[in-house]
């Protein structure tokens, strides 16, 4: 039990040396998995094993970063909470950065059009949302650069939603995604639940 200040530094100490322990549980987990999954006929078992293990990860990290951040003066935050969360500037940032990253890879990117509720705020935990949106944005530029050759590029359209009680973030593109067969793309994770993938998870074309 804590009972002071010099208690508490220390536990947070170890805590944060802990999660640097531990920040490549990830990639271990993705590159064992891929090594051995050949001898591995039962998916479900796989999928159970993943979902109890990345789930409890994704708790305890959740909670241990909240601990560590309520010691940093961070503008608009409580711990790892933003209290004035704004999807639109976080979509902004995702798409110029994934953008960047498809122009590289095929020399043209598509532009990413936002409607909706686009001043919507609230409080939110954004790490989780940061790497998932960028993984979405992620696969739909490249399914929609890969599906259209000509000189004309669809944009990538990102609708939000917001009401008292949750808020969407739709993506039509998710449509170019199933109508082509893309995938989402299998990746390391690299830091602790973000992953440098090859080329940013560009895939090489073959």
């Not at 170890?14 to 001898?39: I, M, N, P, W």
């Not at 949302?129 to 669809?154: F, Q, W």
């Not at 739709?170 to 602790?192: M, V």
Request: glycine share 4%.
């Amino acid at each position: 039990m804590i009972r002071d200040l010099e208690q508490e530094k220390h536990w947070s100490d170890t805590l944060r040396s802990l999660l640097d322990d531990h920040k490549d549980v990830v990639t271990q987990l993705a590159e064992g998995f891929s090594e051995c999954r050949k001898y591995i006929h039962d998916e479900a078992l796989i999928k159970t094993f993943l979902d109890r293990t990345l789930t409890s990860r994704l708790g305890i990290r959740m909670l241990s970063e909240h601990h560590l951040s309520l010691h940093d003066e961070k503008p608009n935050h409580v711990g790892i909470i933003n209290i004035n969360f704004s999807p639109r500037k976080l979509i902004e940032k995702k798409a110029e950065f994934i953008g960047n990253v498809c122009e590289a890879k095929y020399g043209r990117a598509p532009s990413v059009k936002i409607n909706g509720h686009i001043n919507a705020t609230f409080p939110y935990i954004q790490p989780p949302l940061d790497y998932i949106l960028g993984e979405l944005l992620k696969n739909a530029m490249r399914a929609t650069v890969e599906s259209n050759h000509g000189s004309h590029i669809p944009d990538v359209t990102v609708t939000i939603a917001n009401s008292d009680h949750h808020f969407v973030i739709s993506k039509p593109t998710q449509q170019w995604l199933q109508r082509y067969g893309w995938e989402i793309l299998p990746h390391p994770a690299h830091s602790p639940d973000l992953a440098p993938f090859r080329r940013h998870g560009f895939r090489d074309r073959r």
